[in-house]
């Protein structure tokens, strides 16, 4: 026996990537539904070789749905989130509504999987932030062998992390700049994208820190260890789809950089392609479409006395928020809602 299964927001980018993924690792569907805004019902929407038809999702009646995989940004979850999780159906959301909820889950399923069994205290579970996803994937089983003391991060953060807008964004700013007369003046972010770098994601905070740049702090502490001390950079860079990040660890106790390497070739969710020659280390645009989180550069750093550096990169429509949702949804199913 399978799942009811609903993906809310179907018609968007990381919808569709619920959609696509779901059938890719044949999770055990019953019935499924595609849901979207009335200014998008009856929008055709793709499973695996299915097509769905997107219903209302403001007149949807989640009884008997056993589990709801939502894509639909803050504001409308506020709304349907509670909605569903009141007549019974596990709520998994992208979004960063319920992230830093005491009482709400965080998961990352190849770090923390038995957070998954707190889903009971709202019927909600949070799925993290694109870019501490991947960080905590590769994290992980370096702070089990040698507990992490500091994280010093940069990220590379494509575009697609805001949306289509961004997207379109960067495409129409590159094609306007060699054609004269059509460039394209910013309006999805701050300066120009295309042909440039821009240290600024989300709003900034009082801190002088931007909102990005705190949830993986906040993030991080929740899903790993609170005891963790996290400092983040965030800028977005002119590529489509994949993000990357420099990490600094700093770690209790002296690690190996071989060690590591073994350490990390082992984890899962990991892929490590770490060669000391020309294009032996991976980048974005080799990681799209990919499930791994991909770890490449692994030094020593000896300005402090048990350092590391790394390069981290995955794609962020997947690990970064799809693929992490239906991941949360399988220890879901196998953890607590089994059934036959």
């Known amino acids: 026996m399978g799942y009811r299964v609903v993906v809310a927001g179907a018609t968007g980018n990381v919808g569709r990537e619920m959609l696509n993924i779901l059938a890719e690792r044949e999770f055990p569907v019953d ?18 070789d299915k097509t769905l038809k997107t219903k209302d999702l403001d007149t949807f009646d989640f009884t008997g749905w056993d589990i709801a995989l939502f894509a639909i940004g803050s504001d409308a979850t506020k709304i349907y989130a509670p909605k569903a999780a009141k007549a019974g159906c596990v709520v998994i959301d992208n979004s960063s509504l319920y992230r830093y909820d005491a009482e709400i889950p965080l998961v990352v399923p190849e770090v923390n999987p038995e957070a998954v069994d707190q889903y009971r205290n709202k019927m909600i579970i949070a799925n993290p932030n694109c870019s501490t996803a991947q960080m905590v994937v590769a994290l992980k089983p370096l702070h089990d062998r040698a507990r992490i003391k500091r994280v010093v991060v940069s990220t590379y953060q494509s575009v697609s992390g805001a949306g289509k807008e961004g997207i379109d964004e960067l495409w129409d700013q590159t094609k306007g700049m060699y054609v004269p007369g059509q460039e394209v003046a910013p309006k999805k972010f701050t300066k120009q994208i295309a042909f440039n770098v821009i240290p600024h994601i989300d709003v900034f905070m009082d801190s002088g820190e931007t909102k990005e740049e705190w949830k993986m702090v906040a993030e991080t502490k929740k899903i790993l260890d609170r005891s963790i001390k996290v400092t983040a950079t965030c800028v977005r860079v002119p590529v489509f789809v994949g993000h990357s990040e420099a990490l600094n660890i700093e770690f209790e106790e002296f690690l190996d950089e071989d060690e590591a ?80």
């Open 31 to 48: 019935e499924i539904v595609a849901l979207a805004s009335r200014k998008s019902l009856g929008t055709e929407v793709s499973f695996g």
């Open 261 to 340: 390497r073994d350490i990390l070739r082992e984890a899962p969710g990991v892929m490590v392609i770490d060669k000391r020659e020309d294009g032996g280390y991976i980048t974005p645009v080799e990681c799209v479409g990919d499930y791994a989180t991909y770890v490449s550069r692994i030094r020593q750093d000896g300005t402090v006395e048990n350092g590391l550096n790394l390069w981290c990169v995955s794609d962020n429509l997947r690990k970064g928020a799809a693929l992490n949702a239906v991941q949360i949804a399988e220890v879901l199913g196998n953890r607590c809602l089994k059934k036959g």
